[in-house]
């Protein structure tokens, strides 16, 4: 019988939460111990483990994820209440609320990272290659898709692109590395110093607010709003479609992100690149989808890719000719899209198990 499968390496992953790495030997762990000495050079599952959250491309995920396993400099001998206690600072939230949320995240996440390594998808080779192809069929016609690995800041000649958003509209900073505050930085306009001078993706966003009587309110997950995209003009990007899909939680920094909130946003942003496409000239013919909901949403890359691929299909099965781009930031996030006609499935517990030891 397989044992690497999400369900056995989440299970173990808890076992290892509560012992921490100095007692990792007492511990019966066969679902990890089959994914180390298959994925890491000594076989050891704390190599293992670091290994997984090393690949998480997320600060705040990455961090906690550390402290809870007991991996971050100077805390393998804590106690779990310790380790837990320090996790739930990295989310600014208290012990009880990062156990009954955050955690499940974290250690999901984790499990998620450890199951893509069993599977052998721990990196494919892109170096010296930032975009690649993938071909597919799907709703009964061939698919061409066109994956961007590298920020969403360097993309050219896309018409429109996705850019992920709270449900107030929020634009982050821009000095942040979010695909929304990078999009706002690029799409400003700048003088020679640097100083900038216009917030054209900003003020588009109040622009359209203020028509759709929502300023200062949040809108219902899903809405999509269209904007100019300001100095990215120059660059090929004509549009830039804001996905309200995070929700943020009261009192904290943390936000809820459903599946259903993604479906439901791709779809729109399809429905309002048909309704705009013959408005410009050349009309609107491409878009580029970052994994919504997969950054601060927390959202495992596949979760996302599959509640986005729902919308997708359903407008390819009805005919669309849209060319499709993906931009993604991590090799595990494109070694995911490089498969995807065998590996979406919205429900994750029922995925194929890995390989047997």
Known sequence: MPLVDHGSILAELRKVRLAGPVRLRDLKLSALRCAAA????????????????????????????EYTLGLAQGTRDWAPSSRR????????????????????????????????????????????SS??????????????????????????????VVSPSNTHFGLPEPYKSSVSAS???????????????????????????????????????????????????????RRIYHAAVAVPRAGTNDYDVLPADITRATSRVLAILAGERD?????????CFPLLGSGRGGLPYEVSLAAMWAAVEAELARGAQWDLHFVVRTPTAAALLERLPTRIRPDRDQSPPGPSC
Do not use: C, M
């Not at 704390?46 to 961090?63: C, K, N, P, Q, S």
């Not at 739930?88 to 974290?106: C, N, P």
């Open 183 to 237: 999009l706002r930085r690029a799409g400003a306009v700048q003088g020679v110093t640097g100083d900038v001078h216009d917030d054209p993706v900003l003020d588009g966003l109040r622009k359209w607010a203020a028509q759709q009587g929502t300023s200062g309110r949040p809108v219902l997950p899903g809405t999509v709003a269209a904007t100019d995209s300001g100095a990215l003009v120059s660059q090929g990007i």
């Open 279 to 287: 408005h410009f000239t050349p009309p609107l013919r491409s878009v």
């Open 85 to 128: 206690s320090r996790a739930a600072q990295v989310y600014g939230v208290s012990v009880e609320r990062f156990r009954k949320h955050q955690e499940l995240l974290v250690l999901g996440y984790v499990a998620d990272q450890i199951v893509e390594l069993a599977d052998g998808g721990a990196a494919q080779d892109w170096s010296g």
């Open 38 to 65: 298959a994925r890491t050079p000594d076989g050891s599952v704390e190599g293992l483990l670091r290994l997984a959250v090393a690949r998480i491309d997320t600060d705040t995920l990455r961090t906690a994820a």
């Open 131 to 160: 975009h690649r192809h993938v071909d597919l069929r799907t709703a009964g016609r061939d698919v061409r898709l066109t994956l961007h690995v590298h920020p969403v800041d360097l993309l050219r000649n896309v018409d429109v």
